[in-house]
T-cell receptor, first 113, second 111 residues
Framework: DAGVTQSPTHLIKTRGQQVTLRCSPK?????VSWYQQALGQGPQFIFQ???????QRGNFPDRFSGHQFPNYSSELNVNALLLGDSALYLC????????????FGSGTRLTVV | KQEVTQIPAALSVPEGENLVLNCSFT??????LQWFRQDPGKGLTSLLL?????REQTSGRLNASLDKSSGRSTLYIAASQPGDSATYLC??????????FGKGTMLLVSP
């Protein structure tokens, strides 16, 4: 039973560029959440998708956008990259109904230069 | 706004010691609390999930307790091993479909 899969594992981008990160949820999960983790900090919630709609959003600018596909996989897009966007981006999947906890992927390490 | 604090920020112990990691949260109206392990540069591995109606959960050498009324959880690790070295993160689900994390406790177990 595959867990949460994220791609790519590492990425280097230049300031001002755009990036797309991808996530496939754990089999059976229908909800995908994205988190940003800066070095030495706990993960910060970006947004959550269920039924292809953004359901919750954290305190992140509109440069951060996402999408969920009919197969529950998801993308995180970041436009106009800043140096401060350099972080580990984590995808988590869960069931929308009930409180079953979250399963996280291995993350995508984004470096903006 | 939920805030989660983890103490200590770092801990270094010799192999074999029993240890306790602490997590406190400001809003006791939670659905559940989850403990994760994170190896350097890696993703999060779920260790234990405690529902708000539960007092504790156990998995092998790990035991997590929850005192919702006082806003506290502890993670107890018995007979620590070098392979336990990692950062341990506490995350609270306050019912808005999001997790609020502490900054973690960095644990080093020396042989």
């Amino acid at each position: 039973d595959a867990g949460v899969t994220q791609s790519p594992t590492h990425l280097i981008k230049t300031r001002g560029q755009q990036v797309t990160l991808r996530c496939s949820p754990k089999s059976g999960h229908d909800t995908v959440s994205w988190y940003q983790q800066a070095l030495g900090q706990g993960p910060q919630f970006i947004f959550q998708y269920y039924e292809e709609e953004e359901r919750q959003r954290g305190n992140f600018p509109d440069r951060f956008s996402g999408h969920q596909f009919p197969n529950y996989s998801s993308e995180l897009n970041v436009n106009a990259l800043l140096l401060g966007d350099s972080a580990l981006y984590l995808c988590a999947s869960s069931y929308w109904e009930g409180n079953h906890g979250y399963t996280f992927g291995s993350g995508t390490r984004l470096t903006v230069v | 706004k939920q805030e989660v604090t983890q103490i200590p920020a770092a801990l270094s112990v010799p192999e074999g010691e029993n240890l306790v990691l602490n997590c406190s949260f400001t809003d006791s109206a939670i659905y559940n609390l989850q403990w994760f392990r994170q190896d350097p540069g890696k993703g999060l591995t779920s260790l234990l999930l405690i529902q708000s109606s539960q007092r504790e959960q156990t998995s092998g050498r790990l035991n997590a307790s929850l005192d919702k009324s006082s806003g506290r959880s502890t993670l107890y690790i018995a007979a620590s091993q070098p392979g336990d070295s990692a950062t341990y993160l506490c995350a609270v689900n306050s019912g808005y479909s999001t997790l609020t994390f502490g900054k973690g406790t960095m644990l080093l177990v020396s042989p």
